[in-house]
């Protein structure tokens, strides 16, 4: 392997360089058609700018085509429009033709797409304002609708390498940007708040440190911060107090029930300090202070030579700002995979070709009814479940039952909505839509299982509970105590004590460790979709893999040639002439061949597909066949080797009568590079792997052995799937499920914790916790690791902020902390906390996937353009 | 020490206007994204395009 990277994506590309590209004058290499496409497109628009700025690598792009212009011309039509698009201004102005429409682009990775893509669609002619949100990946844009048709605007995002797609704003979406919203508000008043009634704060120390303030001044400031810290206290901390009766109602101590009783003490205690003076006319409170312990000496570190007590607005704001810091970077990550989950379910525009009127026109699947007539294109999905009425072909029905080979169709026979058209366009009835289908039937399954998915304890909640206890336990002691020593006292040192317990530290220890590490995942490209993930994997004892897709890549290719021609041809040249054949095929097989014959050097004439059967072709003055055995050589004096897998033999005839064996090729689904590997080191840390498949078990059997895995269950449908892990977590072991396909759907969801491929149906990446999207294994491992670290630094935070809050408490208790100690103390112990988390954002350990040169068929890979 | 019981209720009404101010832009929509901002500012204006007819793309 070389160095050479593609200018576009930087994925690495394969020598001799076939697509060059120029930008600024100079030949760039390109690793495809579609780097290729975009990057002249971006050239020809004059943004090269964009490879200047940009931080990340973009994404390899796949070639634009005839089928997708014709789909997103669906997104023109009026109905379909309705989701997505509103008339952009007030409908009194004159702009009649002005929309605007949300859209959610697919393949952001920089602050440098955003300009590209604002920068490209406004220099349309037509396109009045774009504007795209790096956080949401969501992009405004408003054209005119009489000057240029959305589905071009589409068009040109892709041009330029990425995906648009529909952004259908629905009720979860605007809670979410409500939510965002009126956290930042929380946030804002907190903040302004804390620092303007900390500035008071300090008057009111010094003031109090001298000792020369008059009362009335001191009086005035204490009014003052009670009314700037009262919006703080009933606006900003409303979530902890709401969160709080909740926990009490459920009678579940946590993290919340203390913030509580710590922020709305601390506040109402300050305000009877502030305000008892006027109510009390007499004085009776001056008397009281005046005859405390802590009015007597100089020494004292309570001000409250005249006073009724200490306040704590300064705290109170700056506990209930620090707090709601933490909880906002908890909600942006947690609205970051609940956008990239539901990103995901955005991503199908379902088409299909339907017969109306004799001719077939390109319609949303929703419209199809039972009876409809359905062409299906090969490549393409089946819309619904029917039955096929013309055309032969074969399907991948490899999402759906985990076999990997497709399978033969001929007229009469029954095809499933989701599975996939291999070789030929045919023609289907529609038997049935929607619910009824086969898929609807798994993700009822789906339901069930998710209603019985186990609950992962959370160590947060655990030390919470235990906390929470023990400062309220601690809290009545104090009082108790102090009020058979100081009665008068009692209540303020029991107030210091709770604030300087504020559990600050403590409820940030968790989710800033757990953000960190989520956010190092994701980099990594493992999206974690679900909150348990982090803390559950390491509880994790069995990890279940699937086999199509999941450990294997889920396409086919050339494994062994055996020649049979006593050594007269090379293997080499054997292989060409297959491939030659082959290359008038567009099955799977075929492909195989294609990406493992780097040039073509023979020609095949006089080519005939025999479907199901195989290819017959001239190449040079012999005839030759490949395919079934029996097609190949009708005689049928040949054995099939041994192996598993699909064998196709080649044969050579000079009279069309005699056929002469000449090679045998073996297809199979090619195991992922990364797979033996992760699978060793899963087992080493004590994980049992079991491999769950749809498959027939030679095949199943022979990818267990391969990989070193010692349990395998093959043949297995989804409920099977479901029984098995069911019957493990029955047995009290915590299960990890990966898989892609539909059939995994239910496990994904019954499983402890689930994860799907970057390349899985829709379905199971949105019922997965978890999106392995860069499909390399290696990573679920580095999770694993990730977990152990993670796990470390949280005790590590955990017992900082626990020690720090243990060591404060007598101190506390005893009447020696001064308020401005406890702020101080709560503030560096938070920062302390935030920055260890902080340290799992550090690369660690990772392990490389195994260069691809050592995979044989590597350097054959697709690029793209498949 | 006098000119704080004009000074003090003074700041008051400043907070109160920021806070105003900000919750404006809140709902402006100016928080929506924080982190494309930081960094749009760093790119060069574009240099002038002239509105290429979309159908020439094609």
Same mark, same amino acid.
Not at chain 1, 240 to 259: S, T, Y
Not at chain 1, 286 to 313: D, L
């Given at each position: ?55 990340? %690598? ?27 698009? @509103? ?47 790096? %956080? ?14 959305? /589905?071009?605007?589409?068009? $040109? ?21 409500? &939510? ?55 606006? /900003? ?92 970077? $908890?909600?942006?990550? @947690? ?6 989950? @539901? ?59 985990? &076999?990997?080979?497709?399978? $033969? ?12 058209? +291999? ?109 348990? +993930? ?28 055996? /020649? ?34 780097? /040039? ?50 080649? %044969? &050579? %005839? ?19 590079? &990364? ?192 | ?58």
């Amino acid at each position: 392997m070389t160095d050479t990277r593609c200018f576009h994506c930087t994925l690495p590309v394969s020598e001799p360089v076939v697509f060059f590209a120029d930008v600024e004058g100079t030949p760039q290499p390109m690793c495809c058609p579609g780097c290729k496409a975009v990057t002249e497109a971006i050239v020809a628009g004059g943004l090269e700018n964009y490879y200047r700025h940009r931080s990340e %690598s973009a994404n390899q792009v796949t070639d634009l085509n005839q089928r997708l212009q014709e789909e997103l011309q669906i997104y023109d039509r009026a109905e379909v429009q309705k989701d997505f698009v @509103r008339p952009a201004g007030p409908a009194s102005q004159s702009q009649d033709n002005h929309l605007t429409a949300s859209l959610l682009i697919d393949g952001i990775t920089c602050a440098a797409c955003i300009w590209l893509l604002e920068n490209h669609l406004e220099a349309l002619a037509g396109v009045a304002r774009v504007s795209v949100n790096l %956080s949401t990946h969501e992009a405004q844009i408003t054209w005119d609708n009489s000057e240029i048709p959305l /589905s071009t605007i589409l068009l $040109e995002i892709h041009k330029i390498g990425y995906q648009a797609f529909p952004w259908r704003a629905d009720q979860q979406e605007a809670l979410l940007k409500n &939510e965002n919203r009126t956290f930042i508000r929380r946030l804002a008043v907190a903040g302004i708040g804390a620092m303007q009634v900390m500035m008071y704060a300090i008057a009111l120390y010094s003031g109090a440190i001298s000792d020369d303030m008059p009362d009335i001044y001191r009086d005035l400031i204490r009014i003052f911060s009670a009314v700037i810290a009262t919006p703080v206290v009933l606006y /900003s901390a409303a979530p902890f107090f709401k969160a709080a009766w909740r926990d009490i109602k459920i009678r579940h101590l946590g993290m919340d029930v203390p913030v509580s009783i710590a922020i709305g003490g601390a506040y109402l205690a300050s305000l009877w300090a502030t305000f008892s003076i006027y109510f009390l006319a007499d004085g009776s409170i001056y008397s009281i202070a005046e005859g405390s312990i802590y009015s007597t000496a100089e020494g004292s570190i309570y001000s409250t030579a005249k006073g009724s007590g200490e306040v704590y607005y300064d705290s109170v704001s700056m506990f209930t700002f620090f707090l709601l810091t933490g909880r906002y970077l $908890e909600l942006r990550a @947690r609205h970051a995979t609940a956008r990239a989950a @539901r990103a995901l379910t955005n991503l199908l525009p379902p088409s299909c070709l339907k017969e109306v009127n004799g001719h077939y026109q390109r319609v949303p699947v929703a419209d199809l009814q039972p009876d409809d007539k359905v062409r299906v294109l090969p490549g393409d999905a089946i819309p619904a479940d029917g039955i096929l009425i013309s055309g032969s072909t074969s399907v991948n029905e490899a999402m759906l039952t985990g &076999e990997y080979l497709p399978i $033969e169709k001929q007229p009469g026979d029954t095809l499933l909505c989701s599975s996939i058209n +291999v070789d030929h366009p045919i023609e289907l009835k529609v038997s049935k839509v929607g619910e009824e289908t086969r898929v609807a039937g798994i993700i009822q399954l789906l339901q069930r299982a998710q209603q019985d998915k186990p609950a992962i304890a959370k160590i947060a909640d655990k030390v919470a509970g235990w906390f929470v206890a023990c400062v309220l336990l601690v809290a009545i002691c104090v009082y108790w105590g102090w009020s058979g020593i100081a009665p008068q006292d009692a209540f303020w040192i029991t107030l210091s004590v709770l604030v300087v317990t504020c559990p600050c530290a403590l409820s940030l220890a968790t989710p800033a460790a757990l953000t960190a590490a989520t956010g190092y995942l994701h980099r990594l490209g493992l999206l974690v979709a679900r909150g348990h +993930v982090l803390e559950g994997l390491k509880t994790i004892d069995h990890v279940i893999f699937d086999k199509t897709g999941t450990l294997t890549k889920g396409e086919l290719s050339l494994s062994q040639v055996v /020649s049979l021609d006593n050594g007269n041809s090379s293997k080499e040249a054997l292989l060409q002439r297959a491939a030659a054949l082959e290359a008038h095929s567009e099955h799977p097989i075929a492909r195989a061949f294609f990406y493992t014959v780097e /040039s073509l050097h023979e020609q095949a004439h006089e080519v005939k597909n025999h479907l199901g059967q195989g290819i017959e072709g001239t190449i040079g003055n012999h005839l030759y066949r490949i395919g079934r055995p029996d097609f190949a050589c009708p005689a049928g004096n040949v054995a099939t080797p041994e192996q598993d897998g699909q064998w196709l033999l080649m %044969s &050579e %005839s000079t009279d069309q009568k005699l056929w002469q064996p000449l090679c045998w090729f073996r297809i199979t689904d090619s195991l992922r590079p &990364e797979a033996a590997h992760t699978i060793q080191r899963l087992q080493q840390m004590g994980k049992t792997v079991t491999l769950l498949s749809g498959d027939a078990e030679p095949v199943v059997a022979a990818t267990a052995e391969s990989l070193g895995i010692r349990q395998w269950k093959s043949e297995s449908s989804p409920d099977d799937k479901l029984h098995y892990i069911q019957t493990l977590q029955s047995q009290g072991h915590k299960v990890l499920m990966v898989g892609d396909g539909i059939n995994d759907v239910p496990v994904l969801a019954g499983a402890d914790i689930s994860m799907a491929m970057g390349n899985a149906s829709d379905l199971a990446r949105t019922s997965a916790d978890a999106v392995l999207i860069c499909g390399n294994l290696e990573r679920l491992a580095d999770a694993f690791n990730l977990t152990i670290r993670t796990r470390k630094i949280i005790r590590q935070n955990l017992a900082w902020s626990l020690g720090y809050n243990l060591a404060a408490l007598p101190l506390a208790a005893a009447g020696m902390i001064a308020p401005w100690m406890a702020a101080t103390g709560m503030a560096l112990s938070s920062l302390i906390v935030v920055a260890n988390a902080l340290r799992l954002n550090r690369p660690g350990k990772l392990t490389k996937t195994p260069t691809e040169s050592e995979d044989v068929y590597a350097h054959l890979e697709p690029r793209g353009a498949a | 020490m006098e000119s704080l019981i004009i000074l003090i209720p003074l700041a008051l009404i400043l907070i109160a206007v920021a806070i105003k101010l900000f919750f404006w832009a809140v709902d402006d929509g100016q928080f929506d994204d924080l982190e494309g901002p930081a960094h749009s500012i760093l790119f060069d204006e574009p240099q002038q395009i002239p509105k290429a007819n979309a159908h020439d793309h094609k």
